[in-house]
């Protein structure tokens, strides 16, 4: 069953996935509305403290240590940072959307609230990572780069490499406008067709078949898919579109140990 309700939370687990890993749906955190209730987010409004008790709980549910945590300013960029340990509570946040470790102390962790969470396991040479791919970090191959970073910083073979694609704004509820359109256009060459469904007289872009794409072309053959649209399910998802920005994030963690 990919979901486990724990501790009051509800996390969402991939069958392929070996490691310790959840991706956290909205509840059993502190919150009130509109972070209703297990929001992860700093930046949203909501205040610190709630935030890091829904932290703690996400933790502490995982039977992950809370200062094993490695987490980053996520910035909507490409840039990947190998962690070398947890991220002290007063060290500054560095600006990334990929971490990645080979460490078993250290647990990766990230927030999401539509853009795609990626998760990469490389269960032979026991290497994780977590990415963050919006529209601009799918153009921008933010999985051909984890996979890259991958292979360069820890030698991992792609055809080794688990990658799973989680819960995210589905095609059937991602409209996007011309300047997306171009772009999906300029970056995927012919491959953007199947990209950018037509709904009517809108046209959208389906972000799993886009990431799945660019996990192929980095050689990654296991590719598992949550297949989950977060504006589809506000129940359990936060969602920045379809609740029109007033939301928080959902949290979601990887650890070797
Ligand atoms: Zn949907």
């Known amino acids: ?45 909501d205040e610190t403290e709630r935030v890091r008790a829904n932290r703690l709980l ?18 909507h960029g490409a ?36 853009c795609v969470p990626l998760l990469f396991h490389d269960p032979k040479k026991e ?6 791919a919006g529209w601009m970090g799918t153009i921008l191959d933010v999985a051909g780069i ?12 792609p055809s080794d490499i688990i990658a799973c694609i989680g819960p995210s704004i589905g095609p059937d509820h991602y409209e996007v406008g011309e300047d997306v359109i171009t772009q999906v256009k300029q970056t995927f060459g012919a491959a953007s067709a199947t990209m950018l469904p037509h709904h009517g007289d809108s ?12 996990l192929e072309r980095a050689g990654v053959t296991q590719i598992e898919h949550s297949g989950i649209c977060t504006a589809c399910h506000t129940d359990d998802w936060f969602s920045h579109r379809a609740e029109k920005g007033k939301t928080g994030r959902f949290g979601a963690l990887l650890s070797l140990c």
């Open 1 to 45: 069953m990919p979901f486990t309700q724990h501790n009051g939370l509800r996390y969402y687990q991939f069958d392929s996935l070996r490691v310790r890993h959840a991706v956290f749906t909205r509840h059993g955190g502190v919150s009130p509305a509109p972070w209703k209730s297990l929001n992860l987010g700093g930046t949203v409004g």
């Open 58 to 75: 996400s933790f502490e549910t995982l039977d992950c240590r809370p200062d094993s945590m490695f987490d980053v300013w996520q910035v």
């Open 203 to 214: 046209v959208h872009f389906d972000l799993w078949r886009a990431n799945h794409h660019l």
């Open 127 to 132: 290497v994780i990572a977590i990415a963050h």
């Open 146 to 157: 984890t996979v890259r970073t991958m292979r360069e910083q820890y030698h991992c073979d």
């Open 79 to 114: 840039e990947a940072v190998c962690a070398s340990a947890p991220r002290r509570a007063d060290e500054p946040y560095r600006k990334a959307d990929i971490i990645l470790t080979d460490l078993p102390g250290v647990t990766l962790f990230m927030r999401f609230a539509d």
